[in-house]
Structure formats: structure tokens, C-alpha cells
């Protein structure tokens, strides 16, 4: 079976730092990876995914996210955090033969002034 | 395309009656799932059809719960009857054929039984 895990539920950033958030996968075949962004009161909104092409996966709003299979992680990075970029971010991962998405708890994101 | 349209947006209903939530994918995607978010369980697949066809629905929590998919551009999901633990935001997506696309979401239905 395969399962996500999202290290830390909140992070705080200063408007411009770096925003990183980390997700660490288990899947017992080569997994698609995925990350989506919850706006408060709106549905999940895929940002980027990870389907055994190049190991960067560049995605919309500026994040991108690195697959690192040595250390099974799927961190997502944004070099400079934005107002906008104030949500819920959500790791997701599914084998490779599979369609059920298995999503991490979710880490929140508040960008400060 | 307007997406995935769930309806209602919001339903508060007492506890004990039924409630029926709506769904229409996007045309073309094969696959339709239904999730419930919860603060305390997060994100939880319920159920899951392939071309109208129910494929994995050992996440539906109890046998209050139950989903149809009558065609490829309507699907319900029905608790009956309704209990306060069922308050919960219900999600509904849809996705093509292919694991690698991921899934499109509607906007969700928030579920309050008092």
C-alpha cells in the first residue's frame, strides 16, 4: 500500500523567503506523485505532478518540486512566497497502476507581511 | 469546460433525514471519485466508478452511505439516514484514463447535520 507523509502542518514565511514544504512517499511500485493547493472554501487544484519523466517537475504559480527516489521525497519549493500563496498544500501519491490518490494530512502555509 | 459542478454548495439538514449530494464530471473523464474531508481524518476516498461502474467502495464508512452513477455525466451520493458525524466537506473529482493525470475537483459540498 502506499501512503504520504507531510512533515509539518504549518509553516509561516515572510513575504519573498523561500517556501518549502516536505512530503516523503511509500509505494511498493514506481508511484506518480502530485501536489494540490486548497483555497479556503474551494475544491483541491493540482499544482504539479510527478510521472516518471524529469525528476523536476515545474508547476503553476511558480512551484516546483524535486522527485528524489534514494530519499522517497517529493518536497515542494517556491523561491520567493507570495500573499496569493497563503493555503493548504496536500501531497498525494498513487502507484503506478493504480488510480486511488492517498493523500497526506496537509500542511497549512501563512505568508506574513 | 466548467469543470466538476457539485450541488449544493452547502446543505444543513437535521439529524435522521436524507441528504443527497450531486456531481457532474467532466465530459470525456472516465473515472469519478468521491472524498470527505474532515479535520480529524483529513482526506478520505469513499468510493470510486470507471465508466459508471462502481470499482472500490470500502471506504464508504457505513450502510447509510451509498453512491449511483447513472451515467457518465451524473453521480449522487446519499446518506440515509444522516447523523451529526457525517458533517464533513464532500468532494467529487473526475480524471481521464491514465493514472498520471490526476484528478480535477469540484468545488465541494459542506454538510452540516444538527
Known amino acids: 500500500a502506499q501512503s504520504v507523509t507531510q512533515l509539518g502542518s504549518h509553516v509561516s514565511v515572510s513575504e519573498g523567503a523561500l517556501v518549502l514544504l516536505r512530503c516523503n512517499y511509500s509505494s511498493s511500485v514506481p508511484p506518480y506523485l502530485f501536489w494540490y493547493v486548497q483555497y479556503p472554501n474551494q475544491g483541491l487544484q493540482l499544482l504539479l505532478k510527478?510521472?516518471?519523466?524529469?525528476?523536476l517537475v515545474k508547476g503553476i504559480n511558480g512551484f516546483e518540486a524535486e522527485f528524489k527516489k534514494s530519499e522517497t521525497s517529493f518536497h515542494l519549493t517556491k523561491p520567493s512566497a507570495h500573499m496569493s500563496d497563503a493555503a493548504e498544500y496536500f501531497c498525494a501519491v498513487t502507484p503506478g497502476n493504480d488510480y486511488k490518490l492517498s493523500f497526506g494530512a496537509g500542511t497549512t502555509v501563512t505568508v506574513r507581511a | 469546460d466548467a469543470g466538476v459542478i457539485q450541488s449544493p454548495r452547502h446543505e444543513v439538514t437535521e439529524m435522521g433525514q436524507e441528504v443527497t449530494l450531486r456531481c457532474k464530471p467532466i465530459s470525456g473523464h472516465d473515472y469519478l471519485f468521491w472524498y470527505r474531508q474532515t479535520m480529524m481524518r483529513g482526506l478520505e476516498l469513499l468510493i470510486y466508478f470507471n465508466n459508471n461502474v462502481p470499482i472500490d467502495d470500502s471506504g464508504m464508512p457505513e450502510d447509510r452511505f451509498s453512491a449511483k452513477m447513472p451515467n457518465a455525466s451524473f453521480s449522487t451520493l446519499k446518506i440515509q439516514p444522516s447523523e451529526p458525524r457525517d458533517s464533513a466537506v464532500y468532494f467529487c473529482?473526475?480524471?481521464?484514463?491514465?493514472?498520471?493525470?490526476?484528478?480535477?475537483f469540484g468545488s465541494g459540498t459542506r454538510l452540516t447535520v444538527v
Open positions: 510527478y510521472t516518471s519523466a524529469a525528476t
Open positions: 473529482a473526475s480524471s481521464p484514463t491514465g493514472a498520471n493525470y490526476g484528478y480535477t
